[in-house]
């Protein structure tokens, strides 16, 4: 377990980091006197997920279903409308969750596609999740909390002075985006073809069956919380080059990236300086 104190003008966050699923997951609160028992809550309630769905040994198919269920929330939400600020961040700030390295970015890849039984959240799940922790968190202890794990970020109370800051990066070597927002949730994900970052992932539609090649390097969407954000970065994904267009219509600020590196913003999301 790693803790780093981060400090800055007129407001401190506590962090703590370790490996939850073969998936980095990062807890970060305002309060530096709540960490230890925050901590504890947050193990408790994945080592309860944990238990619940391994016992049952579910085939993958069934598995993120059952973890939403034990969550209480919906595998597919509709997608609110972000009502919270988004703005580009200096070089040089605290950050709150760092961008994954080349070499992390490569492990989760291997993780994702090796065979085996194991217990994985999909997207739907690990947003969920993400949130959940952040809320019960925020509720318990009273404080700012931010949850990072893997491609979701949720937060949830009162965001430190100068907002929760976020980094950002799609492939390995490619530019690294540092967001800072004062609510809501960012959830990524990437269709880069593992141990190949200059090929896509094709996929398949779950309602027809037809296997698409994307549009997009990856889609990143900020959204009111977790789950929201991240269905909406499967939404987006779905719709190709009519992704932007749907996103505005959401009013979801969010960053797209094609094939080639060629980056898009949609709504508030903030551009490069």
């Known amino acids: 377990m790693t803790i780093s104190l981060h400090t800055g003008i007129r407001t401190a966050t506590v962090s703590t980091a370790w490996t939850a699923w073969d998936e980095p997951f990062r807890l970060v609160v305002t309060d530096p006197w709540a960490m230890h028992h925050a901590r504890l809550q947050v193990a ?34 509709a997608p609110r409308p972000f009502p919270y600020g988004i703005a580009g961040v200096a070089a040089g700030t605290d950050v709150h969750r760092t961008a994954p390295t080349a070499w992390q970015m490569a492990f989760t890849a291997a993780m994702r596609t090796r065979d085996g039984w194991h217990v994985a959240p999909g997207p739907a799940a690990a947003a969920l999740i993400a949130q959940r922790c952040a809320e019960r968190v925020a509720e318990d202890f009273s404080c700012g909390v931010l949850v990072a794990f893997g491609d979701h970020v949720a937060t949830s109370g009162l965001a430190p002075v100068g907002g929760w800051r976020v980094q950002l990066r799609d492939a390995p070597g490619a530019e690294c985006d540092l967001v800072a927002i004062d609510g809501g949730a960012i959830s990524s994900v990437s269709a880069v073809r593992p141990g190949r970052p200059d090929r896509l992932q094709p996929f398949v539609v779950p309602a027809t069956g037809r296997t698409v090649v994307p549009a997009w390097r990856s889609v990143t969407v900020a959204a009111a919380d977790a789950p929201a954000a991240s269905a909406a970065c499967a939404g987006a994904l779905l719709r190709g080059a009519a992704a932007p267009e749907w996103l505005d219509e959401l009013g979801l600020p969010a960053l797209l990236v094609d ?10 999301w903030p551009t490069s300086a």
Request: charged share 35%.
């Open 44 to 77: 408790e309630l994945l080592g309860a997920i944990v238990e619940a769905v391994g016992r049952r040994r579910l085939p993958a198919a069934r598995r993120e279903a059952r973890l939403v269920e034990l969550l209480g929330g919906a595998a597919r939400p």
């Open 259 to 268: 094939a080639e590196g060629g980056r898009r913003t949609v709504g508030r």
